[in-house]
């Protein structure tokens, strides 16, 4: 078994077996997601390359238990969720994907244009 669906089969049990996890809300692990990643900040800022890898292991669990809980209301799924950032790099990193070669100046500046016609377009479907 790989390491992510080993994730999500001990997020799974974690939400129907621990009496804690169950009462938790998408708010509250989002919260709590929230000060892992400024946890991992602080490491990274130290330069602490095991608690580095220990805070973005709680971001990443945080965060599938936050799909999860979204996916048990029926909101999306954790693949909704995997599918959707992928795409999204695609769109912003296209050059990426393709094989195209960029500078630095070029990656910047195709991502800054592709991230604000997504906005524009947002905008106007939330009309």
């Not at 990426?96 to 800054?112: D, P």
């Not at 016609?117 to 939330?126: F, H, Y």
Request: charged letters at 40%.
């Amino acid at each position: 078994m790989n390491p992510f669906e080993e994730l999500r089969i001990s997020v799974k049990k974690c939400r129907n077996l621990c009496p804690w996890t169950k009462e938790q809300t998408m708010l509250s692990f989002s919260e709590a997601m929230l000060n892992e990643a400024e946890e991992a900040v602080e490491a990274a800022r130290k330069k602490d390359v095991k608690n580095l890898r220990e805070e973005i292991g709680d971001v990443i669990w945080d965060a599938i238990m936050t799909a999860h809980i979204a996916e048990e209301n029926g909101l999306f799924t954790v693949d909704d969720v995997m599918k959707e950032v992928v795409e999204k790099m695609h769109r912003r990193k296209p050059f990426v994907f393709s094989g195209r070669q960029v500078t630095l100046e070029e990656a910047k500046r195709l991502f800054a244009d592709a991230k604000r016609k997504e906005k524009l377009i947002n905008a106007e479907e939330n009309r």
